[in-house]
Each structure stands twice: as structure tokens, then as C-alpha cells.
């Protein structure tokens, strides 16, 4: 006799899989949930306590969503899959803290062909890991199968996180004021932004990812797949002495900061002034890429920015230091002379640089307009040292 398949099954939907994963993930989701948390995991929705914010004057909720975009292509082909979580927690709950919220919850969603219980949680161990970092619940969550839809292999995270803020503490453009100090924040490597373009690069050069790099001291792929710095401990430490913090993800440092400066004003950024890691000189040798295409790409070894009045740059460098973290000034923000010209977003002033020698003498630049924000400009000037 036939041993019988359930129809959902036999579509390529493995439901026990599912129950499996959930086990093996259980107890590093559990260490996330603290006394706040009402119910534990495999609940249909998840909650929190919020009573304390009765004690707001006026609470504002800050909410963010974001993915791990292709370096879980790097992930599947190096068979590791307990970092990228942090990347994930990392894009999500990064974003919130920049506007000095205090996250209260994050969820996750995982896509994929096929569940393999042992990689899915793996996926959701990186996960809760960095959310027990940071301090915040891993609430829910939701692994779906799509079979037919996904190769076997495949498999996409996303996240969301919802924190607070006291009205009158929220930092941003706002708060910004001539004369601040633009203060650099060091980034763990790449972060999770350009890989498309990373991928592309290595794959044309050949390199494989097990390649043994001596700027790195270690693989491409181990360099490649170095999680995101979790910097909202840090941010929510000195948000009291910071005007706002601009997260250094897609689009690169001056188009990130611009959407933090005020109209009417304009952060001047010195490129020597950064010291470019290893991994991004790399990357930009090996692919012959223009300067303006990389730092429009990538964070260039700066993932967090903080833009302060200067008499608070001492205590949040050395806050910055104690939680294992280079900072260091980078530029200020001053009245923008030239506001009433009409600047134009990503104008170039000069020639365009070039692919070359680190030092290549690169291209003045004023950024302005972009995601979606029509506020103050970014100059960025001189050469990466």
C-alpha cells in the first residue's frame, strides 16, 4: 500500500518542515522576549506591553522595514547563514534609532523554495542574536514556502521594527544648526548595501570567494559576509547630545547625510579626512570602478553619522569608543551660500574622477534632493586618504 501524501505536501509545501524550524529557532527567539512581552512564541500575532508610555507627554511610534538585499547570494554560496540576521536587525532597527526612538518589537519574514529546518533557523538565530543586542523582542515572525515560485535553494529575509520617541526628543533636520560638527561613526565593512554591484565585480574577476586576501587577513567571502554594525546602543546612549544621525545605507554617505541637513544649509564633507578600508579599495581596484560610482554605492568605511554641536563631539567619541567603535569629525554644516542658485542633485563640479591610484585626485560634488528629500546639500570634496 502507498503511504499517503497530503495534498499540500505533494505541491511542495512541507508543513512539518515548518513546525521543525520553529523548534530549532524557539530558544534563541525566547532569550529575546522580556518582561514586556505578553505570550511566548507561536502565536498568532505577538504583543507588548506598552503601559509605560503612559508616562509620555507625547509619544510618537517610529517604524522601519527593510531586507538584506543580494548578499544572501554570498550567504547560499558559502552555506553560512547565522549573520545575516544581524545585517537584518542591523537595516531595521538602525533606522528608528536615528530619530532617537527606543524600539519596543521587530518581526521578520523569511520566503524561500524549500524550508531546511536547520537553515531557517539559522536565519532566525542571526536574528534574534542581534535583537537580544540591541534590546529588542523578536515578536513574530513568518517563514513561507513557495515552491514553484523560488528555486529549492533560494530564500529572502525581510524585517520591521516599531520603536518610540518622546515628541520633543526626536532628533532630525530640524534640530541642526550652523556650525555643528559632522562626526563619522566607523562601519563593520560593507554592510548590506551594493552587492549587486560587489557581486558583479568579483564575478567578472574571477576571484573566488574561498580566495585567501592579505588586505583582509582573511577569504573574500569571510570579508564579504562580515555582519552590519549594530549601532542603536550607541545612538540611544548620546541622543541627548546629538541634533540627528543619518544611517549610511543605500545611495552612500552624501546622499544619506543630505537628507538630515536643513534647507538652506549645507554639510561640508572632506574625503581625506576618511580612511578607506581595505575591502572598498578592493572592490574598487579589482572592478575599475569611478570614484563617484563607489561612494554613491557603497558607505566607504562610514555607517553611521552624527551631526552635533562641538562641544559634544569629545563625549560621543568617546562613547562611540567604548562601545568598540572609531569616530572621528569629517566635516560641519554651515549656512548655504549658494541655496538660492538651485543647486542641482548630485551636481558635479569638475571632472568626474576616474578609475586609479587611491589618492586620485577626485571630483568636488554637491548632493542634494535625494530619497525623496528637498532639504539642505552635502559638498563632498578632496581625496580618500
Same mark, same amino acid.
Given at each position: 500500500?502507498?503511504?499517503?501524501?497530503?495534498?499540500?505536501?505533494?505541491?511542495?509545501?512541507?508543513?512539518?518542515?515548518?513546525?521543525?524550524?520553529?523548534?530549532?529557532?524557539?530558544?534563541?527567539?525566547?532569550?529575546?522576549?522580556?518582561?514586556?512581552?505578553?505570550?511566548?512564541?507561536?502565536?498568532?500575532?505577538?504583543?507588548?506591553?506598552?503601559?509605560?508610555?503612559?508616562?509620555?507627554?507625547?509619544?510618537?511610534?517610529?517604524?522601519?522595514?527593510?531586507?538584506?538585499?543580494?548578499?544572501?547570494?554570498?550567504?547560499?554560496?558559502?552555506?553560512?547563514?547565522?549573520?545575516?540576521?544581524?545585517?537584518?536587525?542591523?537595516?531595521?532597527?538602525?533606522?528608528?534609532?536615528?530619530?532617537?526612538?527606543?524600539?519596543?518589537?521587530?518581526?521578520?519574514?523569511?520566503?524561500?523554495?524549500?524550508?531546511?529546518?536547520?537553515?531557517?533557523?539559522?536565519?532566525?538565530?542571526?536574528?534574534?542574536?542581534?535583537?537580544?543586542?540591541?534590546?529588542?523582542?523578536?515578536?513574530?515572525?513568518?517563514?513561507?514556502?513557495?515552491?514553484?515560485?523560488?528555486?529549492?535553494?533560494?530564500?529572502?529575509?525581510?524585517?520591521?521594527?516599531?520603536?518610540?520617541?518622546?515628541?520633543?526628543?526626536?532628533?532630525?533636520?530640524?534640530?541642526?544648526?550652523?556650525?555643528?560638527?559632522?562626526?563619522?561613526?566607523?562601519?563593520?565593512?560593507?554592510?548590506?548595501?551594493?552587492?549587486?554591484?560587489?557581486?558583479?565585480?568579483?564575478?567578472?574577476?574571477?576571484?573566488?570567494?574561498?580566495?585567501?586576501?592579505?588586505?583582509?587577513?582573511?577569504?573574500?567571502?569571510?570579508?564579504?559576509?562580515?555582519?552590519?554594525?549594530?549601532?542603536?546602543?550607541?545612538?540611544?546612549?548620546?541622543?541627548? /547630545?546629538?541634533? +540627528?544621525? @543619518?544611517?549610511?545605507?543605500? *545611495?552612500? %554617505?552624501? !546622499?544619506?547625510?543630505?537628507?538630515? =541637513?536643513? &534647507? #538652506?544649509?549645507?554639510?561640508?564633507?572632506?574625503?581625506?579626512?576618511?580612511?578607506?578600508?581595505?575591502?572598498?579599495?578592493?572592490?574598487?581596484?579589482?572592478?575599475?570602478?569611478?570614484?563617484?560610482?563607489?561612494?554613491?554605492?557603497?558607505?566607504?568605511?562610514?555607517?553611521?553619522?552624527?551631526?552635533?554641536?562641538?562641544?559634544?563631539?569629545?563625549?560621543?567619541?568617546?562613547?562611540?569608543?567604548?562601545?568598540?567603535?572609531?569616530?572621528?569629525?569629517?566635516?560641519?554644516?554651515?549656512?548655504?551660500?549658494?541655496?538660492?542658485?538651485?543647486?542641482?542633485? /548630485?551636481?558635479? +563640479?569638475? @571632472?568626474?574622477?576616474?578609475? *586609479?591610484? %587611491?589618492? !586620485?585626485?577626485?571630483?568636488?560634488? =554637491?548632493? &542634494? #534632493?535625494?530619497?525623496?528629500?528637498?532639504?539642505?546639500?552635502?559638498?563632498?570634496?578632496?581625496?580618500?586618504?
Amino acid at each position: 500500500m502507498k503511504e499517503r501524501v497530503s495534498a499540500y505536501a505533494a505541491a511542495g509545501v512541507d508543513t512539518e518542515a515548518g513546525d521543525r524550524a520553529v523548534e530549532l529557532m524557539k530558544a534563541a527567539v525566547g532569550r529575546t522576549l522580556g518582561a514586556d512581552v505578553v505570550g511566548g512564541v507561536g502565536g498568532f500575532a505577538g504583543m507588548v506591553d506598552a503601559s509605560a508610555l503612559r508616562e509620555f507627554q507625547r509619544p510618537l511610534l517610529a517604524t522601519s522595514t527593510d531586507g538584506v538585499g543580494t548578499k544572501i547570494a554570498i550567504a547560499r554560496a558559502l552555506d553560512v547563514h547565522d549573520t545575516i540576521g544581524q545585517d537584518l536587525v542591523g537595516m531595521v532597527v538602525d533606522d528608528i534609532a536615528v530619530v532617537g526612538a527606543r524600539p519596543l518589537l521587530m518581526t521578520d519574514y523569511i520566503a524561500c523554495g524549500r524550508v531546511d529546518p536547520e537553515r531557517i533557523a539559522d536565519v532566525v538565530r542571526g536574528v534574534a542574536r542581534a535583537c537580544e543586542f540591541v534590546g529588542v523582542p523578536l515578536l513574530g515572525g513568518e517563514t513561507a514556502e513557495h515552491p514553484g515560485l523560488m528555486a529549492p535553494d533560494d530564500y529572502d529575509v525581510a524585517g520591521a521594527a516599531t520603536g518610540v520617541v518622546e515628541a520633543d526628543e526626536a532628533l532630525g533636520p530640524e534640530r541642526v544648526e550652523a556650525g555643528d560638527v559632522v562626526l563619522a561613526i566607523a562601519s563593520s565593512g560593507l554592510h548590506s548595501n551594493g552587492y549587486s554591484l560587489v557581486r558583479r565585480i568579483v564575478a567578472e574577476s574571477g576571484w573566488p570567494l574561498d580566495r585567501d586576501v592579505p588586505e583582509f587577513g582573511r577569504t573574500l567571502g569571510e570579508e564579504l559576509l562580515e555582519p552590519t554594525r549594530l549601532y542603536s546602543p550607541l545612538c540611544l546612549e548620546v541622543s541627548g /547630545r546629538v541634533h +540627528a544621525f @543619518s544611517h549610511v545605507t543605500g *545611495g552612500g %554617505l552624501a !546622499a544619506n547625510l543630505a537628507r538630515v =541637513v536643513p &534647507a #538652506g544649509m549645507r554639510a561640508s564633507i572632506d574625503r581625506s579626512s576618511i580612511e578607506v578600508p581595505a575591502v572598498f579599495s578592493v572592490v574598487r581596484e579589482l572592478g575599475g570602478v569611478a570614484w563617484e560610482d563607489l561612494e554613491d554605492t557603497l558607505n566607504m568605511g562610514v555607517g553611521m553619522v552624527a551631526v552635533l554641536a562641538e562641544e559634544e563631539v569629545d563625549a560621543v567619541v568617546a562613547a562611540s569608543a567604548a562601545c568598540g567603535c572609531a569616530a572621528w569629525p569629517i566635516g560641519a554644516v554651515a549656512e548655504d551660500v549658494d541655496a538660492g542658485a538651485g543647486a542641482a542633485s /548630485r551636481a558635479l +563640479a569638475g @571632472s568626474a574622477a576616474g578609475p *586609479g591610484a %587611491l589618492r !586620485a585626485a577626485a571630483s568636488e560634488r =554637491v548632493v &542634494a #534632493g535625494t530619497k525623496g528629500v528637498h532639504g539642505g546639500t552635502v559638498r563632498v570634496f578632496g581625496a580618500y586618504s
